[in-house]
């Protein structure tokens, strides 16, 4: 399930990229980090690639601060689009292969602090949850571009599931 999860993610991705043209795409909003839709899309990418690149490797390593940071990607929404499809198809891949979510994996991520080298304990489950909210939450500061830019992003666009669960609650 969180497989598709992710996978349902990514194709929201998809979906808004085919509405952004070149120009939505690439423009940068100052209010925003001085950030493009491009350079988001791009960076979730790149931590989807390091998940692949680190259950590669045996033991399983996964570097996130190993990111291939390939710009090519933030030039036109057809290669954001592209990549975000294979990355959907690699996630099925996983799925159709059995992959155990509950494997044990070593992840890596600088924190700002002297342990810039250390590999912590995980799970693929977990590496998992933290793509999709990582996912969400770049989505969210996309859907504020979109929406200074003028470009229409739907409404449950770069919302978290439980916060969309607690507003169907609350609306009744």
């Known amino acids: ?3 598709e999860d992710n996978q349902r993610c990514l194709h929201q991705g998809v979906e808004l990229l085919h ?3 070149d120009e ?3 423009r940068k909003a100052g209010h925003c980090f001085d950030s493009s839709v491009g350079g988001h ?3 979730i990418i790149d931590h989807y690639n390091c998940l692949f690149a680190g259950l590669a490797a045996v033991p399983a390593r996964i570097d996130y601060d190993a990111r291939g940071r390939d710009t090519i990607i933030e030039g036109h929404p057809a290669t954001g689009i592209a990549a975000l499809e ?3 198809s690699a996630l099925g891949d ?3 292969l059995g992959q155990d979510l509950h494997a044990e994996v070593l992840v890596k991520m600088d924190s700002g602090s002297e342990y810039r080298d ?3 304990p995980s799970t693929l489950q977990r590496e998992l949850q933290f793509l999709l909210s990582h996912t969400i939450h770049h989505y969210a500061l996309i859907a504020t571009i979109c929406t200074v830019g003028g470009l229409d992003v739907p409404a449950r666009f770069g919302v978290a ?3 969309l669960r607690y507003r169907e609650q609350i609306d009744g």
């Open 24 to 26: 939505d795409y690439v």
């Open 94 to 96: 996983l799925g159709d």
């Open 118 to 120: 250390h590999w912590a």
């Open 19 to 21: 509405r952004c043209s």
């Open 41 to 43: 899309i791009r960076h």
């Open 86 to 88: 294979k990355i959907s």
């Open 1 to 3: 399930m969180l497989i």
């Open 161 to 163: 599931p439980s916060t």
